[in-house]
């Protein structure tokens, strides 16, 4: 059989809120509320140049349940853009876009196939022959049980790619739905698992290939590095995956070493260098700044500054870049022999990594229940968590070392 090439990407999360960026201007916060939005052009543009078998999109188009207006526009958009140009596109939702929430019905043109809630089989041809796809779509946000046992078993030579939203059993690093085991895809004896969910991309498996494309934006920290979607050249010997990226704004992570740094001007100049040549190859980014190799003259430098003031100082030294480079937060971190935490700093940071949401909805209760603070404070969510366990052993290292 001749090989089948098609684009794979998943979490496309249209609309995305941007929870917990502030302080940005007005253009600059334009830049990441349209982010996700701009890089599902950039999909639709590389597939109607490249012009693929078809597409799978593999849940969580948008946000949220109730699909944002705008959002759906753009997608709906991109359907049709496709559609002129006999381009089909198979996709589920997951999720974050369940069939059980509610939203503004737009009507997709009829090159989309979307699977509903029961484990069903949609087949296309192609010039190289039948292309069976299988797969579901979430009735409801939640779905623990293990949806492959539902999964045919591949009866025909014809290609047969599955398409599954869900966690690989024993993965923590996302809430579980649909969990499946390896071995239970292996059994269905298909050519390539189309996955979705997880917003890093990996490939849990080579032959066949079991893929996480990733996200196609990120959206906030933990979400760092280059997004994007993979196209995939399929035949029954082999798996080609080539990574397209489509990222608008990056997401990431940029030391800066403080050796020897023992004046302001000295570490900005630093910041500058680093930041400009990092911005060459990212373009846009929103990114966490950490001070490297710093001694004890260069740690108590900035542990002395109000961490609102060297923010200000540092993204003013920034407009001189030729790409819009965000710097979200700043760490310190000492050499070993000067970063010592007294034993009760080391057990609170300890601790503090092991509370779940509730525990900080029950340590800041005080905080939220009160009635002037409480109408400026975000609401008590998993990426909020990440920046108050953040901020909170930031504030600890600087304050409970040995000796003081």
Not at 25 to 51: C, G, M, P, V
Not at 133 to 139: L, V
Not at 140 to 150: A, D, F, L, N
Not at 217 to 229: A, C
């Amino acid at each position: 059989m001749e090989s089948i090439r098609f684009i794979h990407t998943a979490d496309l999360h249209l609309g995305s809120p941007f929870i917990g960026m502030r302080d940005l201007q007005k253009d600059q916060w334009k830049k990441l509320k349209n982010s996700t939005l701009e890089a599902f052009d950039r999909l639709i543009h590389y597939a109607l140049k490249t012009k693929p078998d078809f597409v799978c999109i593999v849940g969580d188009i948008y946000d949220g349940e109730d699909r944002n207006i705008r959002a759906q526009a753009r997608f709906q958009k991109g359907m049709q853009q496709l559609a002129e140009q006999n381009i089909p596109v198979v996709m589920c939702y997951g999720n974050h876009d369940h069939l059980s929430g509610n939203w503004t019905h737009f009507e997709l043109p009829d090159n989309v196939h979307i699977f509903d809630e029961t484990v069903s089989q949609f087949k296309i041809d192609t010039i190289a022959g039948a292309v069976n796809f299988t797969g579901f779509s979430y009735g409801k946000r939640h779905i623990s049980e293990s949806m492959v046992e539902y999964y045919p078993i591949a009866q025909n030579q014809e290609y047969h790619i599955g398409f599954l939203h869900g966690s690989l059993e024993g993965d923590s690093t996302h809430a579980v739905y649909a969990p499946f085991k390896k071995e239970q895809l292996l059994s269905k004896q298909y050519d390539y698992w189309a996955l979705g969910h997880i917003h890093k991309r990996q490939e849990l498996y080579s032959k066949p290939a079991m893929i996480y494309p990733g996200n196609i934006q990120g959206r906030h920290r933990k979400e760092s590095g280059v997004k994007g979607f993979y196209e995939v050249t399929l035949s029954k010997a082999t798996t080609q995956l080539e990574f397209i990226p489509t990222s608008v704004v990056q997401f990431d992570t940029v030391a800066v070493s403080g050796k020897g740094i023992f004046h302001m001007n000295e570490l900005i100049d630093a910041c500058q260098k680093e930041l400009g040549l990092f911005s060459e190859i990212a373009g846009t980014a929103v990114i966490e700044l950490v001070f490297t190799e710093l001694d004890q003259e260069g740690y108590q430098l900035l542990a002395e500054i109000p961490e609102s003031e060297l923010l200000e100082v540092l993204r003013e030294s920034m407009d001189g870049l030729d790409n819009f480079v965000w710097i979200q937060a700043i760490y310190l971190e000492q050499t070993k022999q000067d970063a010592e935490l007294s034993p009760l700093g080391e057990t609170l940071i300890d601790r503090m990594e092991g509370w779940e949401k509730d525990d900080w909805k029950i340590i800041l209760q005080d905080l939220y229940r009160h009635p002037k603070s409480s109408r400026f404070l975000k609401t008590v969510e998993d990426q909020t968590i990440d920046e108050f366990q953040l901020a909170a052993a930031q504030k600890i290292r600087r304050t409970m070392q040995v000796g003081e």
